[in-house]
C-alpha cells in the first residue's frame, strides 16, 4: 500500500466519522427536553403568544417540518458551520457568537497549551536522557501531580495567595473595564497581566502529565539497538536525543499535541469560571445553564471537527514520519 | 481449601511480594488506606451533618489549632438548675435570672444566643392576651465597667424563647467590647400570669472551633470532609469499574471479531472520543436530576475508549499467537477462547487501569460539583469547593475551607496514580506497547 492510498483511506475514515459525530450530536440535542421554540416563547413573552407568531417562529427554527426532513435540514447546514440562531445574546447566527468569544479562549488555552507542550517535551527529554537521577524522578513526580491536582483549584489558591492576600493580580475578568480605548499597549499590559494566574494554573497541572509520557516513551526507545548504534558511531548526544530517539517516539507524542489544541476549542470551563474568563468555557457553561441549545449543538459539533482533524493530522504525520506505517499493515 | 484458592492466594502472595519493593507504590497504598479509614470511621470521627447542622459555631471560625488564645472560643453558660421550677407570678413585679460569664478575650465573639425555657398554661395565656395583655422578656447586660445595656425587650410568645445577636448586625460587637466579667440579667414579666422558669441557657459562638472550623453558615468543615471522603471513593471506584469492564469487553469482542465489525465499532469510540467529554457531562447533569448514581454511569459511559482501543490492539495481537490456535485445535469454541484465553492476558492491563481511572472520576465529579451540579443531599469536596466559591470565602480569608477539600482530592488521586503505576509495573504488560 502506497504513501496515497494511505492518506485515501485516512480521508475516508474521517469523513465518516465526521457524518457519524454531526449524526450523534443531531441526537444528544434531540434527546435534550425543550426544544428552541419553546424556550424563546417562555422567556420573552409568557406562555401566550398567538398562534400565527408561533407558526413563524417554528418555521425560523424548521420545527415544523418533518423529522427526516428537520435532520436532513441539520445536517447540510451543520456541514457549513450553520448552526442557526442563538436564542439569548441578541438572537445572533450561532457561529458568530462562538467567534467573538473564540479569541480570547484562544489567548488563554493556546498560550498555555504552548508553554506546557515545551516544557512538557524538553523535560521528559531531558528526564529520560538521565534515568534514575534525581531530575528523573522530580520529572516524574511532577507528572503525578498533574494527574491529580485541579486546575481549577489550584487557581482558586493561586487567586487567594498571589491575587487577594498579596494583591499582585487581578480578581477576575478578561481585561479591566478603565482601559481608555485605542491605547493597545497598556490593552495587551492588562490583558497579560489578567491571564498569569490562569494560564499558571493550567501549566502547573498539565505540564507534568507531558513530561512523564514523553519520557516513559524515551526511556523505551533509549534501549533500543539503532540507539545504540548511533551512539557507537560516535554521535554528539544531543543528536541521538534529538534527531533519533525523539523522531522514533514522535507518532504518539504528535497525537498528544494534536489532540490538546483540538480541546482548546471548549475552552476550559472551570478555570475558566474560578477566574471569571470570558471564553468558550464560560460561554459553554452559560449555554448549558440557559439551556441555549443551537449554541451548544455548534460548539460540539465543531469540536468534533477538530479532533477529527487532529487525528487526521496525526496519522498523516505518522504516514511521513514511519514509513512502515504506509508500507506495511 | 481448593487447589484454585491455593493457587490464586499464592499469586497473591507473589504479587505482594513485588508490591513491597515499589516505594511509590507503598506510599499510595498508604494514602489510600488513610482515605478509606477516614471513610469507614466517619461516623465516629465526624460527629456532626456536614449539611444540616448550622452554628455550631460562628461563621467562618478558625480551626482552633490555628487561632491563637486571643480568638474567642465557644461558651456555654446554664442557669442554676431549679429543682423544683420557680413560680413566678408576674403582676408587674419583675423577676431575675442574674448569670456570671467570665468573657477573656478583647475581641467580641461571633454571636450570642440565649435561650429561655418557660411553662405556662396556655388557656390561661390566651385568656389574657385576649384582654391585650401580653407577656414580655428583657435581656440586659451589664459590662465589666458597671454599664447596663438593654440587649432584648420582647413579646413571649412561645415556651421556648430565642434571643440571637445575630440577626441584628452589629449588636454583638457593642455587647462585648472588652475581656472580664459580664452579668446577664433576665427579666420575665406578665401582668399577673403565672410561669413556670425552667432555665436559661447562654450561648458564645466562638471564632475559633472544631479540627478545621466553619463554613459560611457555621457547619463543621471536618465533618464534610471526611463524610465527603466515602462519596469521593464510592464515584472515583465504582466509576473506574464500569468503564474499565466497558473498555475491556468492548476492545476484546472488536478485536477478537475483526474485519468489517471492528472498523464501526472503532470508528465509533473514535465518535465518542471526538465529543467534549465535561461539557456533555455538564449538559446530562443540568437536564437530570444529578444524583451520584447518575454520575457514576455517565463517567464510566463517557470513559471507556482509550482503554478499548489498548485492549482491542493486545487482543489483536494475541489472537494470532500459537496457544489459541491450539486452543481452537482442541475443540474450543470462540466463545471459550476469548473469555478462558485472550481476556486472562488483558487483566493485568484492566487492574493497572482500575487505579490509574479513579483519578480521572474524581476530578470530573468533583468539576461537576464545583459547578453545583452535585448530588443536593450528599457532600462532596467538590460541592465544598463550591459553596466557598459561591460565598466568596477566600475572601473571608476561609483557607481551612479550600485548602483541605482540594488536598483531599490531589492526595487520593495520587495514591490510585501511584498503586496503578506500581501494578503496571509488576505486571509490566509488554504487549501494550504495541
Sequence with gaps: MGFKEYVLRKTIYAIITVIAIIILNYFIFLV????????????????????????????????????????????????????????????????????????NTILLLGTATIITIILGISLGVKAA????????????????????????????????????????????????PDIPPGDVVAYIKDLLWHMTLPVTSLVIVSFGGYALVVRNILVDILTEDFIITARAKGLPERIVLFRHALKAAAPPIITMVALSFAFIFTGAILTESVFAW???????????????????????????YLVVLAFYIADFLYGVLDPRIRVGR | MSVKTKILLMKLKDFWFEYKRSKSGLIGLGILIFFVSLALAAPLIAPYDPLRDTYLAGAYALPAWAAPPSVPRNMHLESPSYPKPIRIVGDYK????????DYPCKEPPARMIIQ????????????????????????????????????????IETKAVRFDTGLKTGLVEKIFTMPGTYKILVKVGGYGLTFKLVKVTVDIKGKAWGILGTDWQGRDVWSQLVWGTRTALIIGILASVLGVSIGILYGLISGFLGGKVDEVMMRLADVLIAIPKLPLLIALAVILEPNIWLVIVLLGFLGWMGIAKVARSMTLQIKTMQYIEAAYAAGASNARVMIRHILPQLMPYAYANLALSVPDAILVEAGLSFLGLGDPRRIT??????EAQATAALSQGAWWWVIPPGLAIAFLSMSFVLIGHAIDEILNPRLRKL
Design chain 1, 129 to 176: 536522557s538521565r534515568p534514575g537521577t534525581k531530575f528523573d524522578s522530580a520529572v516524574v513526580f511532577s507528572g503525578l501531580i498533574g494527574y491529580s491536582f485541579a486546575s481549577w483549584w489550584v487557581g482558586m489558591v493561586l487567586l487567594y495567595f498571589l491575587g487577594y492576600m498579596l494583591r499582585l493580580f487581578p480578581l477576575r475578568g478578561t481585561v479591566s
Design chain 1, 278 to 304: 470570558e471564553g468558550m468555557g464560560t460561554l459553554i457553561w452559560q449555554s448549558i445553564q440557559y439551556r441555549n441549545y443551537p449554541v451548544l449543538s455548534g460548539v460540539f459539533t465543531i469540536v468534533a
Design chain 2, 381 to 386: 469536596w467538590g460541592k465544598m469547593l463550591h
Design chain 1, 32 to 103: 435534550l427536553p425543550g426544544n428552541p421554540v419553546h424556550l424563546l416563547v417562555q422567556m420573552t413573552a409568557g406562555y401566550k403568544v398567538n398562534p400565527e407568531q408561533l407558526e413563524y417562529l417554528k418555521k425560523l427554527y424548521g420545527i415544523d417540518q418533518p423529522p427526516l426532513q428537520r435532520f436532513i435540514n441539520y445536517f447540510l447546514h451543520a456541514i457549513r458551520f450553520d448552526f442557526g440562531y442563538d436564542l439569548l445574546f441578541e438572537q445572533k447566527p450561532v457561529i458568530n457568537v462562538i467567534l467573538e468569544r473564540l479569541p
Design chain 2, 94 to 101: 419583675e423577676w431575675n435570672v442574674k448569670m456570671l460569664l
Design chain 2, 116 to 155: 429561655i425555657t418557660l411553662e405556662y398554661d396556655d388557656e390561661e395565656l390566651k385568656s389574657f392576651t385576649s384582654k391585650g395583655y401580653m407577656p414580655w422578656y428583657s435581656i440586659v447586660v451589664v459590662k465589666p465597667d458597671k454599664k447596663e445595656m438593654e440587649v432584648a425587650k420582647a413579646f
